[in-house]
């Protein structure tokens, strides 16, 4: 691991760690560029703009103090998705985002992986709100959001994905209440 990145913290859940990504992981992540499941996230995408990609996940991490984790399942080590925090300079502020890769998908890992991200962005960071943007025909996305108590509230538009729906989560307060 590179020394910009041995100071991220490892999370961890029943079934999931969740750690820093690597470039061991591109595998991985330019097989879910490849896929259509890419298609709410920028995809798909040719390998060579998969690893582009990776390494935008990678530098998140130095440039903003936080980024998102590589997810990994703790049965099979397999690399299950991608789960954290993204705050790209047109961001209106930092955004809670998930993408699981195939074969992942509908095992509820990614709420197990996002509440544990928004655990640590509320405990540990200090942080009283997040959101996550989603496009409105990505149901499954808006779905998860909705589990994890986020309510619509306010649209984005995004210079290349067009116009987005702000999910708001709960505050700190409200989740204990």
């Known amino acids: 691991m590179t020394p910009a990145l041995a100071n991220i913290p490892v999370l961890e859940t029943e079934r999931l760690v969740l750690r820093a990504p690597e470039a061991g992981d591109l595998d991985a992540v330019a097989a879910f560029y490849a896929s259509p499941r890419s298609a709410f996230a920028g995809g798909p995408l040719d390998p060579a703009h998969a690893w582009r990609q990776l390494a935008i996940e990678i530098g998140h991490w130095p440039m903003r103090g ?33 993408d699981l890769f195939d074969g992942h998908e509908g095992q509820g890992l990614a709420s197990e992986a996002a509440r544990a991200v928004r655990d ?44 987005l729906d702000i999910w708001r989560h709960p505050a700190p307060e409200e989740i204990a209440a």
């Not at 399942?73 to 991608?82: M, P, V």
């Not at 998860?144 to 995004?158: E, K, N, P, Q, S």
């Open 66 to 98: 936080y980024g998102r984790w590589t997810v990994v399942r703790r049965d099979t080590g397999a690399r299950a998705g991608l789960v954290g925090i993204i705050h790209p300079p047109a961001w209106p502020e930092p955004e809670l985002g998930w």
């Open 120 to 163: 640590h962005c509320y405990r540990t960071l200090g942080w009283t709100t997040l959101i996550s943007l989603i496009a409105p025909d990505n149901t499954r996305s808006a779905a998860l959001a909705r589990r994890l108590g986020a309510r619509i509230d306010g649209r984005f538009d995004h210079i290349r994905h067009g116009s």
